[in-house]
């Protein structure tokens, strides 16, 4: 079965500093991986994914992630992050291709705090 | 364009009550879902399906009960609700039942409370 592991609870960082998220997974195959963010009282904003090929990843509002096989990794990052940025990302490894009893599994996420 | 749609966003209810939580996406997506999240815990999946007319359960389906009454819309039904489903509700909707390009869109969640 598939795992995946957010190791930080809740990190703090500085507005204009850089951020990186971890995640970890566990999955038999080449997994599909995504971030999604959830900002306060609202629903789950997909920011990136990961299927194939190139394994730096571009995502929307600044964020990129890098999927390292090696390290059964998929870390979410950015360069200088702004105030809108607090919000819980979530860390999720997606279903494999046949449709059973192996589907999106999340990790339990991050919330991040920004100060001035 | 609403995307995934819930009704309604918060509920109160008395152990044992019923209720049913409504869902609706207008993306013509085939597959729906609904999530609980519980603090520390992320998302878990209750039931999902994969396309109209079909229904599986996911990782915590007790006490839950879900119709997928078209291709848009998918409800979750609490037929006798007990404070531990106390939690958000989330429901997603995807293109595909698995597989590449895969991806899941949330709607923005029922806050149900049960006393």
């Known amino acids: 079965a598939q795992s995946v592991t957010q190791p930080d609870i809740h990190i703090t960082v500085s507005e204009g500093a850089s951020l990186e998220l971890r995640c970890n997974y566990s999955?038999?195959?080449?997994?599909?991986l995504f971030w999604y963010v959830q900002s306060p009282g609202q629903g789950l904003q997909l920011l990136l994914k990961?299927?194939?090929?190139?394994?730096l990843v571009q995502g929307i509002k600044g964020f990129e992630a890098e999927f390292k096989r090696s390290q059964s990794s998929f870390n979410l990052r950015k360069p200088s992050v702004h105030w809108s940025d607090a919000a819980e990302y979530f860390c999720a490894v997606g279903a494999s291709r046949n449709f059973g009893n192996e589907k999106l599994t999340f990790g339990t996420g991050t919330r991040l705090t920004i100060i001035p | 364009n609403a995307g995934v749609t819930q009704t309604p966003k918060f509920q109160v209810l008395k152990t044992g009550q019923s209720m049913t939580l409504q869902c609706a996406q207008d993306m013509n997506h085939n597959s729906m879902y609904w999530y609980r999240q519980d603090p520390g815990m992320g998302l878990r999946l209750i039931y999902y399906?994969?396309?109209?007319?079909?229904?599986d359960k996911g990782e915590v389906p007790n006490g839950y009960n879900v119709s997928r009454l078209n291709k848009r819309e998918f409800s979750l039904r609490l037929e006798s609700a007990a404070p531990s489903q106390t939690s958000v509700y989330f429901c997603a909707s995807s293109e595909l039942a698995g597989g590449p390009g895969d991806t899941q869109y949330f709607g923005p969640g029922t806050r149900l409370t049960v006393l």
């Open positions: 999955y038999g195959a080449t997994p599909y």
């Open positions: 399906s994969a396309s109209e007319g079909t229904t």
């Open positions: 990961y299927f194939s090929g190139d394994t």
